[in-house]
Every structure is written in structure tokens, then in C-alpha cells.
């Protein structure tokens, strides 16, 4: 399978309700309830693979986020950069700033049964991530394959 970069779509008001649906009492890290709710996205979405397979602890995460999600050369692969990333999009220049993002992540559970420590916090950050584009009226949807 060859790699997939990051790929702006039109407008999906359709997948943000199979999304939101998804996301509804769907319990996070430590066990409290999203809210599951967004605002619409109305013009071009980011959509981000994230592909785990053989990922087994902190060091290997970032280094895939860094490869998959293609950050930017100031990355430092520590939890502080990850979360930086993902909360400033102005390092993605293509397109313009998208009106939200889509992040598929597969391959969790095999790493979050490696490395359950590892996985707590990196679920934490882009949960809070989620939060902070949510409050911008710009959603961050985070897909896992199999739950946080």
C-alpha cells in the first residue's frame, strides 16, 4: 500500500454527522464521556492517516507522526511538540488553513496494549486538541480504529 499524505476534502457535512455520532458517549482515556458535539465544517477539510502497525512505544508514536502526518522539520518528537502540532495547523500551508480536520488513527490497540502509558498521553493530547479546534469553531475529529 503506498503512502497516503494529508488530503483536503470538499464539504462534509455528512461524515461530521457519522462522526459526531460516532464520538457521542464514546468514553475517552479516563473514562469521562465526550460531549460529542461540533460545529460545521464549511469548506475544505483535512484528512490525516495515521498507521500504527509496529508501533510499540513513545519514541516510535511520535516518530510515525512525524512520517504519516508530515510535521514540519521544527518537530522535536516529545510529547510538548506533538501537542503543538496539532494545535497550530499553520505549519500545513496547502490549500490554505482548513475549516477542520479528520486524523484516522489504525493500529491503536496494538500500540495502547504496548505501551499503555504511552498511549494515556498521547490520547490525552489530541482529546485536548479536539477541544481547543472545537472552541474555534474549526473541529479536530479523532478516529481511532478501535477506541482511545
Known amino acids: 500500500m503506498g503512502e497516503r499524505g494529508p488530503v483536503l476534502l470538499g464539504h462534509v457535512e455528512n461524515l461530521l454527522v457519522v462522526a459526531v455520532d460516532h464520538l457521542r458517549g ?7 464521556r465526550r460531549a460529542g ?3 460545521p465544517m464549511t469548506g475544505p477539510t483535512l484528512a490525516l492517516h495515521l498507521r500504527l502497525d509496529g508501533v510499540t512505544d513513545k519514541d516510535g508514536f511520535l516518530a510515525r507522526c512525524a512520517r504519516d502526518l508530515r510535521f514540519p522539520d521544527w518537530y522535536g518528537r516529545n510529547w510538548d511538540a506533538l501537542a503543538d502540532c496539532v494545535t497550530d495547523l499553520s505549519w500545513w500551508a496547502e490549500g490554505g488553513e482548513p475549516s477542520g480536520c479528520l486524523l484516522d488513527i489504525q493500529g491503536w490497540p496494538a500500540f495502547r496494549d504496548a505501551d499503555p502509558d504511552a498511549a494515556a498521553i498521547a490520547a490525552d493530547i489530541l482529546a485536548d486538541a479536539e477541544v481547543y479546534w472545537a472552541a474555534r469553531g474549526r473541529p479536530l475529529v479523532v478516529r481511532y480504529d478501535d477506541g482511545p
Open 26 to 32: 464514546q468514553p475517552n482515556e479516563t473514562g469521562a
Open 37 to 39: 458535539t461540533m460545529a
